[in-house]
């Protein structure tokens, strides 16, 4: 539904509400996308300019699966739902080369749209896909709307002519960015998307997606035991690297001898405390990073990452058979992605588990040079290590929300000095805050001047 709640003297207003045979359950949360056309009227003219609500398909049973391909809602903000408000679906996709194909059920997770080059028009949407099955399968998928080609765009106002045209059989619909990958000892399952993913762009005019893996809806995902990732991929469509969005613009092609290294593993990576340890465990700028093979200094491992389409990490499977999983949307701030995740207890009696919040360096996907949210101290004589997640205590945690301001004294987690707060509501109710150092400055600054002279 739609309401209009402008005057906050009054009482809302309805504006609509939709409904669809394939909508499945709402469990997609909605956003808008605006788009015009590239004319001479200037991009804020309100000229031929349409705002869609946007949404997929959500499952169709309660323990979280789908009945029905997965399938894109587009519906007018201002006219409501009308005939032709037909959803965009997948139905039409024969992912012959990724495993499964259009008979495949499915679902969609939380929607968003990304302006790429901030012209006030709606360049694409992202949602991951959650596939019925044993193991859980997952993909990220894209549909772009023509409005953000680097060039000669041509900016689609009408939905069915956004995505991609199928091949073989006719039709538009999504493209895949990021599918199974080859992670560098054979396939891996990339498990269910049910998160929103999240954006940013970096140094080098990239456009990187950050998302993660993992399902929390009945009692047997407690007990799943696939395990789960964490990833941070550079889009090949808006980061203008590739245009035939349905062939070619997509990461890690599954089964080819090129997606073996397309994606770095930073499972393992481990980055120490300069100045810290004693003898040949102390850390210096020349060892500082261990676990990444062939990789030992910081700037040979972000130079690693830039070479490769993004990185993954993937997420533990604790002892009592739980594994942890995405529990809500990632956040980027201040060059760090925020995640959430959920450790639930393997008790299928309790509703139990442990949350934390992982810090990840947006471009390499491992802990920043130096502390974020905190250190272990080590042992033997070896130096101290960056900690690249902190447990927020028991409970499943929602998303990050970010705060400029520090709690206390500033001394929890990193002992920011940067003024940036970290909060995640637990199903305990408790809110669980953590002071952060992210890796850039995150408050409003000026970054030019002029004198203009009579």
Same mark, same amino acid.
């Given at each position: 539904?739609?309401?209009?709640? *402008? &005057? ?36 804020? /003219?309100?000229? %031929? ?35 032709? @408000?037909?959803?965009?679906?997948? &139905? ?13 059920? $499915? ?35 894209? #549909? ?11 900016? +689609? ?11 073989? =059989? ?24 049910? +998160?929103?993913?999240?954006? $940013? ?24 035991? %696939? ?42 990576? @481990? ?6 340890? =004693? ?12 676990? #990444? ?5 910081? !700037? ?23 594994? %942890?999983?995405?529990?809500?949307? !990632? ?8 995640? !959430?995740?959920?450790?639930?207890? @393997? ?22 040079? @130096? ?7 080590? *042992? /033997?004589?070896? $130096? ?9 205590? %028991? ?29 995640? +509501? ?5 809110? &669980? ?5 992210? $890796? ?15």
């Amino acid at each position: 539904f739609v309401m209009d709640i *402008t &005057n906050p003297e009054e009482d809302p207003k309805l504006l609509w509400t939709f409904t669809h045979i394939d909508l499945g359950f709402a469990t997609s949360y909605p956003t808008v996308a605006r788009v015009r056309p590239h004319d001479a009227l200037g991009k804020t /003219s309100t000229m %031929e300019t349409f705002w869609y609500a946007v949404f997929g398909s959500g499952p169709t049973s309660y323990a979280g699966n789908a009945g029905q391909k997965p399938k894109m809602f587009f519906v007018d903000l201002s006219t409501g739902p009308t005939a032709a @408000s037909s959803p965009l679906t997948l &139905n039409g996709l024969v992912r012959t080369q990724k495993g499964h194909d259009s008979t495949k059920n $499915a679902f969609f997770g939380d929607v968003i749209t990304v302006d790429r080059d901030l012209d006030f028009r709606v360049d694409a949407a992202f949602a991951g896909e959650t596939f019925t099955g044993s193991p859980w399968h997952g993909t990220m998928a894209r #549909v772009t709307t023509g409005c953000g080609a680097k060039t000669s765009p041509t900016c +689609q106002t009408n939905p069915t002519d956004w995505g991609v045209a199928y091949a073989t =059989t006719g039709g538009r619909g999504a493209s895949i960015l990021l599918d199974d990958f080859y992670d560098g000892t054979g396939t891996f399952n990339l498990g269910a998307i049910p +998160q929103a993913p999240s954006v $940013a762009i970096d140094d080098a005019n990239n456009l990187w997606v950050f998302g993660g893996t993992g399902r929390y809806f009945s009692t047997a995902d407690k007990t799943n035991l %696939e395990v789960q990732t964490l990833f941070g991929v550079k889009d090949p469509v808006l980061s203008y690297a590739c245009t035939d969005a349905y062939t070619t613009c997509q990461v890690a092609p599954f089964g080819t001898s090129t997606g073996a290294n397309t994606l770095v593993d930073l499972t393992a990576a @481990s980055v120490c405390v300069l100045g810290t340890g =004693t003898g040949t465990g102390t850390c210096s700028a020349a060892n500082q990073v261990s676990g #990444v093979s062939g990789v030992a200094t910081y !700037p040979a491992l972000v130079s690693l990452v830039q070479g490769k389409a993004g990185w993954f990490n993937k997420l533990p499977i604790a002892t009592g058979n739980a594994a %942890e999983r995405l529990s809500g949307t !990632p956040i980027v701030a201040g060059g760090i992605v925020f995640l !959430p995740t959920f450790l639930p207890s @393997s008790d299928v009696c309790v509703t139990a588990g442990t949350g934390s919040m992982y810090a990840l360096y947006y471009v390499t996907g491992g802990p920043y040079s @130096s502390p974020v949210v905190g250190t272990t101290a080590g *042992t /033997s004589g070896a $130096a101290d290590s960056i900690n690249k997640k902190v447990i927020l205590g %028991e409970g499943l945690s929602s998303a990050i929300a970010l705060h400029i301001g520090v709690q206390g004294n500033g001394t929890t987690g990193g002992g920011s000095t940067s003024g940036l707060m970290g909060c995640s +509501q637990s199903t305990t109710g408790a809110l &669980n805050c953590v002071n952060v150092n992210p $890796a850039m400055g995150v408050a409003s600054r000026y970054i030019s001047w002029i004198n203009q002279r009579d």
